[in-house]
C-alpha cells in the first residue's frame, strides 16, 4: 500500500539523506505526492535545480508547488485585504513533492534513494 511503502521512505531517506528530510507524517497519512525538504544551503545548488536532477534521474515529482493564492496575482482583486502567507511561502520554497503511487514497491524505494544520494554527492559542499 501508499502509506507503507511512505514509511518505507520516510525512514530510508532519514536514515541515508545528508540533505534531505521528509515531511511530518502520521499514520493516517497517505499523499498522492509527498514534500521533501531539501537543505540548499548546504548543496551547491538550488531546489529546483536539484529536483531537476532528480527527475533527470526517473524520479517522478513536481519541483516546485504553485498553488498558493497568496502568489496569484490575478486574484488579488477577489481578497478584501492581500493573504500573507510566509510559512507557506518558505515551505513551498524548501520543497519538491514526490509523486507517489500504492503501486510503489522496493525496487522504486531503491530508484529515489539511489537518486536522492547520486545527486547530493554531485552537488553537496
Do not use: M
Not at 44 to 72: M, N, P
Amino acid at each position: 500500500t501508499r502509506r507503507k511503502f511512505l514509511e518505507a521512505l520516510i525512514i530510508e531517506v532519514k536514515k541515508r539523506s545528508k540533505y534531505c528530510s521528509p515531511y511530518r507524517f502520521h499514520s493516517g497519512f497517505s499523499p498522492i505526492f509527498f514534500p521533501i525538504f531539501v537543505k540548499t544551503e548546504k548543496l551547491r545548488c538550488t531546489k529546483r535545480v536539484f529536483a531537476s536532477a532528480l527527475q533527470a534521474e526517473g524520479i517522478d515529482l513536481l519541483d516546485h508547488y504553485g498553488c498558493l493564492v497568496s502568489t496569484w496575482r490575478w486574484a488579488e482583486s477577489y481578497f478584501a485585504h492581500a493573504p500573507q502567507t510566509p510559512n507557506a511561502i518558505d515551505t513551498r520554497d524548501q520543497v519538491f513533492h514526490l509523486f507517489l503511487n500504492e503501486r510503489y514497491g522496493d525496487r522504486e524505494l531503491a530508484d529515489i534513494i539511489a537518486a536522492i544520494e547520486k545527486v547530493e554527492r554531485h552537488f553537496g559542499k
